[in-house]
């Protein structure tokens, strides 16, 4: 029951984020360059909850985000289902305690999400490259990414814990905290 009410709040939450990238940061923007809250939220799902849990909702969320204002369905899935996965892989391999090993799992993270979409949708819709052009904008978007991250982190350490312990019940770290 509780794992149940947890997916329902991580839903909750996603049309949440949802409304602050399109409402919010679309006016907030770095030289006319936005946050990516859902590669945070995603890593963040892989972080705290189980490998399935977050490419479950790496591939939900990028086909939800694909449908309402994508180019090329599939792409966006495909990327947050790898970030859901490299957040279960950084759970495994790094500490989630320290808000330095966060800042470089969220840069990392935002990093591989815009090089594998950017590859992809080039691939796909066969345009030319402009890697000066999207070095800089990647660059602003992860300083965008890295910034809400500090500003969030507590926040998204106890709301993380919680998840944890309804995911994961054998953590002993995160059991009385």
Same mark, same amino acid.
């Given at each position: 029951?509780?794992?149940?009410? #947890?997916?329902?709040?991580?839903?909750?939450?996603?049309?949440?984020?949802?409304?602050?990238?399109?409402?919010?940061?679309?006016?907030?923007?770095?030289? &006319?360059?936005?946050?990516?809250?859902?590669?945070?939220?995603?890593?963040?799902?892989?972080?705290?909850?189980?490998?399935?849990?977050?490419?479950?909702? &790496?591939?939900?969320?990028?086909?939800?985000?694909?449908?309402?204002?994508?180019?090329?369905?599939?792409?966006?899935?495909?990327?947050?289902?790898?970030?859901?996965?490299?957040?279960? /892989?950084?759970?495994?391999?790094?500490?989630?305690?320290?808000?330095?090993?966060?800042?470089?799992?969220? %840069?990392? %993270?935002?990093?591989?999400?815009?090089?594998? #979409?950017?590859?992809?949708?080039?691939?796909?819709?066969?345009?030319?490259?402009?890697?000066? /052009?999207?070095?800089?904008?990647?660059?602003?978007?992860?300083? /965008?990414?890295?910034? =809400?991250?500090?500003?969030? /982190?507590?926040?998204?350490?106890?709301?993380g814990y919680t998840i944890d312990r309804n995911?994961?019940?054998?953590?002993? =770290?995160?059991?009385?905290?």
């Amino acid at each position: 029951m509780r794992k149940i009410l #947890t997916v329902i709040c991580l839903i909750l939450v996603f049309f949440l984020i949802y409304f602050l990238q399109v409402n919010i940061f679309s006016t907030f923007t770095i030289a &006319g360059i936005k946050p990516n809250l859902f590669v945070i939220y995603v890593l963040f799902i892989g972080l705290f909850a189980s490998q399935l849990v977050g490419i479950s909702f &790496g591939v939900v969320i990028g086909l939800l985000i694909d449908f309402l204002y994508g180019k090329t369905i599939g792409i966006t899935a495909v990327m947050l289902c790898v970030i859901g996965y490299l957040g279960s /892989y950084f759970d495994k391999n790094f500490s989630k305690e320290n808000k330095l090993t966060i800042i470089f799992m969220v %840069a990392g %993270a935002t990093l591989i999400f815009e090089l594998g #979409t950017y590859f992809l949708n080039s691939i796909i819709l066969n345009f030319d490259r402009e890697f000066y /052009y999207f070095t800089k904008i990647v660059l602003i978007e992860i300083v /965008y990414n890295v910034l =809400l991250s500090i500003i969030f /982190y507590p926040l998204i350490q106890k709301a993380g814990y919680t998840i944890d312990r309804n995911f994961k019940k054998n953590n002993i =770290l995160t059991r009385y905290f």
